[in-house]
């Protein structure tokens, strides 16, 4: 065996044709996409709440309103008729 040989066959340099990446930078960059997924999924959960939120607050917004014009047009009445006379 000629030392050629010996160096070409040597096995530290020598990669396995399917892995490119050494385990550890494997597992590394697994635990990142497990991190990004699990902060994809707080970020949905933390929009879906405040969609919720801000949907109630709507309605809140929409019952002051009506709220808001009724007390008006009570006032408009009373102004229209002050003694609260409905008989004419």
């Given at each position: 065996?000629?030392?050629?040989?010996?160096?070409?066959?040597?096995?530290?340099?020598?990669?396995?044709k399917?892995?490119?990446?050494?385990?550890?930078?494997?597992?590394?960059?697994?635990t990142?996409?497990?991190?990004?997924?699990e902060?994809?999924?707080?970020?949905?959960?933390?929009?879906?709440?405040?969609?919720i939120n801000?949907?109630?607050?709507?309605?809140?917004v929409?019952?002051?309103?009506k709220?808001?014009?009724?007390?008006?047009?009570g006032v408009?009445?009373?102004?229209?008729?002050?003694?609260?006379?409905?008989d004419?």
């Amino acid at each position: 065996m000629s030392l050629r040989s010996v160096i070409q066959k040597d096995p530290l340099k020598e990669t396995p044709k399917n892995d490119n990446q050494s385990p550890e930078v494997t597992s590394k960059a697994a635990t990142i996409d497990n991190e990004a997924k699990e902060s994809t999924k707080k970020l949905i959960e933390k929009l879906l709440v405040a969609l919720i939120n801000v949907s109630a607050k709507e309605d809140l917004v929409k019952q002051h309103a009506k709220v808001a014009e009724e007390a008006v047009a009570g006032v408009a009445e009373q102004s229209a008729d002050p003694d609260g006379d409905t008989d004419e």
